[in-house]
T-cell receptor
Framework: ETGVTQTPRHLVMGMTNKKSLKCEQH?????MYWYKQSAKKPLELMFV???????ENNSVPSRFSPECPNSSHLFLHLHTLQPEDSALYLC??????????????FGPGTRLTVT | DAKTTQPPSMDCAEGRAANLPCNHS???????VYWYRQIHSQGPQYIIH???NNETNEMASLIITEDRKSSTLILPHATLRDTAVYYC???????????FGTGTRLQVFP
């Protein structure tokens, strides 16, 4: 158990569907992140939250909508996705932001397929 | 952000040391070198990080050259479970962006 869990692990959705990805961290961390990993491409940072406040949005299309109701939970709401959005979506957490020793702990990811 | 260059793949015999190189010739004085690895179908896992001095923990050792333009991650006794993609990342102090490259795919064979 990594301390960061993600559900579901696999998701297939049509382009007109609405779905949500859930991330939960059991580490008492204050910062949480969403990353996207497409096939044959490096991980891309999407969003950063600190104490439930969004502090980074890396030019992510509005069809991806994050939500952080508390410091332990992070959601990624999906709607009207495109096939090119198919990827592994990874959640991570760290103790805080801004320190050199705050390594990020990753969850196992949600494998998303958009049909 | 400073960029890193890693060989795309390496092989290592089980029980031998795996030495994974990374070039970061444009690194700045306040940028740290981080290493993560990603085992197939899992999220990345933190391994080690350093600024100037060599570092060692229970997983690996990190050797950073004096000019800080390159580093080497050493797995002293590689096992089959060390087969993964290893990412060398340069991170600016006080920021939270981990800029992942394409990494080195390490294959440990029996």
């Amino acid at each position: 158990e990594t301390g960061v869990t993600q559900t579901p692990r696999h998701l297939v959705m049509g382009m007109t569907n609405k779905k949500s990805l859930k991330c939960e961290q059991h580490l008492g961390h204050n910062a949480m992140y969403w990353y996207k990993q497409s096939a044959k491409k490096p991980l891309e940072l999407m969003f950063v939250y600190s104490l439930e406040e969004r502090v980074e949005n890396n030019s992510v299309p509005s069809r991806f909508s994050p939500e952080c109701p508390n410091s332990s939970h992070l959601f990624l709401h999906l709607h009207t996705l495109q096939p090119e959005d198919s990827a592994l979506y990874l959640c991570a957490s760290s103790q805080d932001l801004g320190g050199p020793v705050y390594e990020q702990y990753f969850g196992p990811g949600t494998r998303l397929t958009v049909t | 952000d400073a960029k890193t260059t890693q060989p795309p793949s390496m092989d290592c015999a089980e029980g031998r040391a795996a030495n994974l190189p990374c070039n970061h010739s444009t690194i700045s004085g306040n940028e740290y070198v981080y290493w993560y690895r990603q085992i197939h179908s899992q999220g990345p896992q933190y391994i080690i990080h350093g600024l100037k001095n060599n570092e060692t923990n229970e997983m690996a050792s990190l050797i950073i050259t004096e000019d800080r333009k390159s580093s080497t991650l050493i797995l002293p006794h590689a096992t089959l479970r060390d087969t993964a993609v290893y990412y060398c990342i340069v991170r600016i102090y006080n920021t939270d962006k981990l800029i992942f490259g394409t990494g080195t795919r390490l294959q440990v064979f029996p």
